[in-house]
Every structure is written in C-alpha cells, then in structure tokens.
C-alpha cells in the first residue's frame, strides 16, 4: 500500500496529501540474445518490471480544477544506482505538473510514452524489456528496436480526455528544442476501449528526436491490440509496424495468452515474429518467444520463473533462462 505524507501548503491551513509509492523487483538467470555465442549469468535489475520510485499528490484549485504531478525515479535495485543505465535523469520514469478537469488532463514535462505504457496491456508479461517479445523487439536495441527513441519522451504536452462509454484518448507532443531545426518534434496519437473483458488499443507515433542521436531520421510507427479476458484464459494479440525515411520497415506480429490455474498462480506464454526490410531490398525476421510462471505470495509481491527463446536470420539462437521477485509499495 502506498504511503501518504501530509505537508502544509505555503503555511496555510489546507494540507496536500502527497503519495509515496514505487515498485522493487530483481531477477537471476542466464540472458542470451540470438547471435551472442554465451549467456551472460547475472543479478539483473527490474525484471517484469522495471524498479522506480514515485511520488504524486493533487490539489483541488476549486471549480472542478485540480492540480496534479508526478516524480518517478527508475533504480537499479542490483547496484543501488538511480536510473536504468548511468546515461538516465533524476526522474526518468515522469517529472511532470499539470491540471485536471472534467473536460480531461494536460500535463508538462518529461512523460512515459503511452505507445510503450499500453503495451503493459497488450502482452501477458506486461511492458517487461526483458522478457516480453512485444517490448523487447519494439524497444530494446539489443533486439533490434523496431520503434527509435526512448519509452520515455522529454518536453512534452499531452493532452488526454476523459473517459466516454469505454473510449480514452491522448494527443502527445514533444518539442525538439534544437537550434535551427524548428520541425524537430516527436508526435503521438493513441485511444483506448473497454468493454467488460474486452480491451483494444490503437496508437500512432512520428519520432524525430532520439536519444541516440541529435538529428534521426523522421520515424513513422503504429500498434494496434486487444485483449480479452475469458475467465479460464486470457487473450492477447497486436501488431506494430514502422516506416524511417532512410531506413529498415518494419512489421511485427505479437500473441500470447495467460492462464491461471491455481488462486495464486498463472502460466504466461507469448510470441513475437518481426520481418525488417532493408533499404538493399534485404529481408531478415526475428522471433522471439517466452513461456513462464508467476506466483503471487500476496497482493503486493510475487515470484517468477521465465525461460525466453531468440532467433534472427543467419545467427545463432539465444536462450534466457530466469527466476525473479518483485515486491510493490
């Protein structure tokens, strides 16, 4: 359960309740990708999710407007620094402010992607950058990262609606802040429906700053996915493609299902296949697969045990095999 802390606000005799909560997991095992002759045995940090601590909190500005923000903080719980690579910010997870109404929320500043945040729906292990074949070949360079960019945008506006008979949407934008390059800007469409056991998501994106370089390539992405809950057996499946103005096309196909069978315990299984097109007119794929076991002890921790499979054209396979634990607070 989160924690609350109480602060008086500019020595007024109103109080803010501020909200103190995060996630901390770790995982062991063996992680090889396709192509790499060795598993590299470690004590990996996050897991099936990525370890962070947060702080909210909200004020109510009258006439339905309320005040909110957001300071998350990812950490490497193995090593005990702050962010998922030493490159990251204080508050890398979402630093923003912003106000809420009854005509729906816009916030400022640094802002976790809803492209990546709903794929925590579309695949049975979450947004893991580990384990689920969804996020890692859509986001993690060393399975090829189909999508450019970071899971996480800096500079941003986003406006989204209120909820209507199951529908959600947002309008994200993201200012590139570079010199002379006024066009230099990230923009991202992206709604959600639910209907009882159903979910479906649709999500489109054009990224033109990245983190991994000054200037990229303007990139086009979409995703689209459902889910479905039928009781013994859940459903999922989705698809993703992107087009680079000078560069690899991509498409994916992605299905898993998980399957509780016990009041505790759950089976996930999913698959991703990828088919990149080169700009030579070279066609490669890559498959991805993870078959695994959760096990709740609680509400708020639980144990897990993943084994991965990864394959891409003329290179060797890769096989991951892990056991982790993760706790919520």
Known sequence: MAAMLTCLVAGEASAQAVEVYGLIGVFAGSVQRSGEREGTKQLGAGG???SYLGFRGEEDLGNGLKMIFSLESFFRPDTGEQGRTPADPLFSRNAWVGVDSAYGRVTLGRQTNPTYAVMSQLSPFGSSVVFSPLAVQ?????????????????NTVQYSTPELKGLRGSVLYGTGEVPGHTGQANLGVHGTYRDGPFMAALSMQRVR????????EAQDSWLAGANYDFGPLKLYGSAAGT???SGADTRLYDAGLSVPVSAAGTLLLEGARSRI???????????????????RLSKRTDVYAVYSYDKKTDASSGNTVAFGIRHAF
């Open 243 to 245: 087009r680079i103005d």
């Open 138 to 154: 859509s986001f993690v360079a060393a399975y090829g990262s189909n999508i450019i960019g970071d899971t996480v945008w800096n």
């Open 277 to 295: 097109d080169l700009p030579n007119g070279v066609e490669k794929h890559r498959t991805t697969t993870s078959f695994g076991y959760d096990h």
């Open 209 to 216: 700053i990245n983190v991994n370089r000054p200037l990229p």
């Open 48 to 50: 099936l999710t990525t």
